[in-house]
């Protein structure tokens, strides 16, 4: 069976970079680019993670670009009560090479599915750089399989009632994705908040013996207190990688087809994902998850970053 092309447009980021990890030792995907957007910390220091993860991966063959310094409109939103300083604290690199890609983010993403068919664009941050891209040559669209975002929620937010982070930094550009007539496929807060980091799940990877067990114990015990500390949550939810593992397992998500529209006004509600059973269905949304399956996905993928 062919591999699924993909690329990752993301925001490292505790849960990012798992997903990106995932992506790199998945039997089922082939990572073809990867790109950076500003959301957990600012674009230099999401760019230097993503930059160091490929690098501790052993994958600095696949592209990487930075993307937009700001959403398209609105004023840049970061998150360090969550991620910290680096946007990855909690683990110190090896000291590596400057390897940015010289494209920007967004010509990367164009160039990417202009030389290949059938591309899954994942985003596991703010939509900028998609959004960016379909602005910039609409002729992509037909080099897209489906867009797969971590994003939204068919219930509350969590950085406002409304709104969940990756949508409310730039919802312009999340309505630019979602009405694009782009197959979509939603993965929001309402099932990756069931996808908690608890200490179990720790203690279960501590007993990992590889460079990927290492990485993720250090990572969540940092992602975890700050967790609680900022939003008062047992343990911090694994928001990103159920991107990733909605791609590789199918059994771990059941999805529902729905019309999700985005508030893009100047109100308590912007960014909120609008999301009801009318038609047109515009969005496959993600309603159900197999925790179980879940951690035995994340478990394997960390047992082959040895
Ligand atoms: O709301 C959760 C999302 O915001 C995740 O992608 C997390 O990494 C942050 O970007
Ligand atoms: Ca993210």
């Known amino acids: 069976m062919s591999k699924r092309k993909i690329i990752l447009d993301c925001d490292p980021g505790h849960d990012d970079a798992i997903a990106l990890l995932l992506s790199c030792y998945s039997d089922e995907l082939e990572l073809l680019a990867v790109t950076t957007c500003a959301g957990n910390q600012t674009i230099d220091k999401t760019s230097k993670n993503a930059l160091n993860l490929l690098n501790f991966f052993n994958k600095s063959n696949i592209p990487l670009a930075k993307g937009s310094s700001t959403p398209l409109v609105r004023k840049i939103m970061t998150c360090p009560e969550i991620h910290g300083e680096s946007g990855l604290d909690g683990f110190t690199f090896p000291l590596y090479k400057e390897q940015y890609d010289y494209r920007k983010g967004y010509q990367l993403i164009i160039d990417t599915l202009l030389n290949n068919e059938e591309v899954t664009v994942v985003t596991t941050g703010p939509m900028t750089n998609l959004a960016l891209a379909l602005s910039h040559n609409s002729r992509i669209k037909n080099h897209i399989k489906e867009i797969v975002l971590m994003g939204g929620s068919t219930g509350e937010g969590n950085i406002t009632k409304a709104a969940e982070f990756n949508i409310l930094v730039d919802p312009e550009a999340a309505n630019i994705c979602f009405t694009s007539g782009i197959p979509l496929r939603m993965l929001g807060l309402n099932v990756t908040r069931q996808i908690l980091v608890t200490d179990e799940v720790v203690n279960e990877a501590s007993k990992i013996p590889t460079r990927g067990g290492d990485l ?79 951690w035995k996905e994340i478990f394997k993928h960390l047992r082959r970053c040895k």
């Open 216 to 294: 993720f114990v250090k990572l969540m015990k940092v992602f975890n207190k700050n967790q609680r500390g900022f939003f008062g949550l047992s343990a911090g939810p694994l928001h990103d990688p159920a991107t990733i593992v909605s791609l590789i397992n199918k059994d771990v998500f059941t999805f529902e087809d729905m019309n999700v529209q985005i508030d893009i006004s100047d109100t308590d509600q912007a960014g909120k994902t609008i999301c009801s059973y009318n038609e047109p269905h515009n969005v496959k949304v993600a309603t159900k998850v197999n925790v179980e399956l879940y």
